[in-house]
């Protein structure tokens, strides 16, 4: 059994489908979506029936779930609509009008019961698994094991999982330690803003080839987006396999 990450895809479901093609997970494996299936990209619709799909996946909300809950929530709410469509709604809310009415509300009642965090214990290694940081002025247990990463995990504010940013990826350190700690995993800022935010990148966000890639900070703090909302020339989808840490990249190509 393997355990595989992604997240921020925002609707390129083509590269999506062609990194999980790639990686080929088999009905035993797991699979974490960290959020922000919508939004910008082409098909976002799409995005969210191939990852309801998976066998063995675990999708999380993402800030761009919750606008779009929020808006589809909220009607008549002028300031919930316009915050949708300003961070790129329209994609998303086109793909759900040309839906049947069923299946228009069976996808909406999916992602209104999307979980905030997840964690997996991977060989000896905890993983908390958010879609855009943890509150890291919060108590932490005196020591880690699964049952105390998801009291710490249940313990956090829903916003801080969903939207925190600078004062997550910011911070001088995260929660290993001295390494006894967990990896926090997270999407919602694409790599390359981390420059602004850090000097403890493990390498540059951006690869030879001029894309985003994965980046580790401090070693603890993962972010995993790598830009797919930005489009082809800049971002691309990753699905990280925990196991071994190997990365499976697939570019967003132009029109897709």
Same mark, same amino acid.
């Given at each position: ?11 390129h479901r ?16 797991? $699979? ?5 299936m919508i ?46 469509? $300003? ?76 939207? $925190? ?64 909302a930005g ?26």
């Amino acid at each position: 059994m393997a355990t595989y990450v992604f997240s921020d895809v925002h609707g390129h479901r083509a590269a999506l489908e062609r990194a999980l093609d790639r990686v080929s997970p088999s009905a035993d494996d797991r $699979i974490f979506c960290l959020g922000d299936m919508i939004d910008r990209g082409p098909d976002p619709v799409g995005v969210m029936r191939t990852v309801r799909s998976l066998p063995g996946a675990c999708a999380l909300m993402g800030n761009h779930e919750d606008l779009m809950l929020s808006c589809l929530d909220e009607a008549d709410d002028f300031v919930a609509a316009m915050n949708w469509a $300003i961070n790129g709604g329209t994609t998303t809310s086109e793909g759900l009008a040309a839906l049947p009415e069923d299946e228009l509300e069976e996808l909406v009642e999916w992602v209104g019961g999307l979980p905030r965090w997840a964690c997996a214990e991977v060989g000896e290694r905890l993983y908390l698994l958010v879609h855009a940081g943890v509150n890291l002025s919060a108590a932490v247990p005196p020591a880690w094991d699964e049952a105390a990463a998801r009291a710490y995990l249940a313990a956090q504010d829903g916003e801080d999982l969903t939207w $925190i940013r600078d004062e997550f990826w910011g911070a001088s350190r995260g929660l290993s330690g001295a390494g006894s700690g967990p990896v926090v995993i997270a999407g919602h800022t694409p790599t390359p803003y981390l420059e602004r935010m850090t000097s403890r990148l493990d390498r540059s966000p951006v690869g030879p080839d001029g894309l985003a890639r994965m980046v580790r900070v401090g070693g603890d703090r993962w972010d995993v987006d790598c830009g797919a909302a930005g489009g082809a020339g800049f971002g691309q989808v990753l699905v990280l396999r925990l196991d071994d840490g190997e990365e499976f990249y697939e570019p967003v190509l132009e029109g897709e």
